[in-house]
């Protein structure tokens, strides 16, 4: 924890540019044992309002970078995918000329024709096959409801 006025140091969850933490932290003052109710929840509001917002900061900024890496890295792949894709254009072109040797064109170009649909059928039973199998996040849900009946039985007592 640092005091008001006293930049937190760079880290890696930083953005570029800035000295810190933009939620001022300060230092727990001595305890007030003749303080009222209110003023303590006055405080305890005050206390849990910082830490949410202080976590909600750091989220955001640990979930800015690493988009920012993943889309990067999605980028990449999509321009080989591209480019990955135009070249099969040419190797069944090319598959078709080999053929073209011993059959007559069309029927080398019909084999190739014949080939390319087996394949995009395949691939599209297997992409079927695997998004069939995408399931809820149940262990993400089973913790959601454990915070929350806590939170509940912690606000009735």
Same mark, same amino acid.
């Given at each position: 924890?640092? +005091? ?13 540019? %800035? +000295? ?28 849990? %309002? ?7 900061? #750091? @989220? ?11 889309? +990067?890295?999605? @980028? ?8 990955? @894709?135009? %070249? ?21 170009? +019909?084999?190739?024709?014949? #080939?390319?649909?087996?394949? @995009? ?37």
């Amino acid at each position: 924890m640092t +005091t008001s006025g006293t930049p937190t140091p760079p880290n890696q969850f930083t953005p570029p540019g %800035s +000295t810190g933490a933009s939620i001022p932290l300060v230092a727990e003052p001595a305890v007030d044992r003749t303080a009222s109710m209110g003023e303590l929840v006055k405080d305890v509001t005050t206390h849990v %309002s910082t830490l949410v917002r202080s976590e909600i900061e #750091l @989220a955001k900024l640990e979930i800015t970078e690493t988009v920012k890496t993943g889309a +990067t890295g999605g @980028a990449f792949f999509a321009v080989a995918a591209v480019i990955g @894709a135009f %070249s099969m254009w040419f190797f069944f072109f090319m598959l078709g000329e080999i053929l073209d040797i011993w059959l007559p064109r069309w029927v080398a170009f +019909t084999i190739v024709f014949v #080939l390319m649909l087996v394949l @995009a059928g395949l691939f599209g039973f297997l992409g079927l096959r695997k998004v069939k199998k995408i399931r809820k996040p149940e262990k993400t849900i089973a913790s959601l409801e454990q915070t929350a009946a806590a939170l509940k039985s912690a606000a009735t007592n």
